[in-house]
């Protein structure tokens, strides 16, 4: 397992804490970590509706989740 999955997985640990089973099996699950660089993660999400979702309902877990660990 790369460390970017290690902190990925680190990440989905503390979002799960915040949510209902469904909400994080739905929304975090099928999200990848697919690079670090620059400060930056990039995410990928199986589509553009799921971008959209996470932008508007959950970004206030996720951002600081990241912080937290990256």
């Not at 949510?19 to 199986?46: G, Y």
């Not at 996470?54 to 951002?63: A, D, G, P, R």
């Amino acid at each position: 397992m790369t460390n970017l999955t290690l902190q990925w997985n680190k990440c989905l640990e503390i979002i799960k804490d915040n949510l209902s089973a469904e909400q994080f099996n739905a929304w975090f699950v099928p999200i990848d970590a697919v690079k670090f660089e620059n400060n930056t993660v990039t995410l990928r999400a199986p589509s553009h509706f799921f971008v959209e979702r996470i932008e508007e309902q959950y970004i206030t877990l996720l951002s600081p989740a990241l912080r937290r660990v990256f």
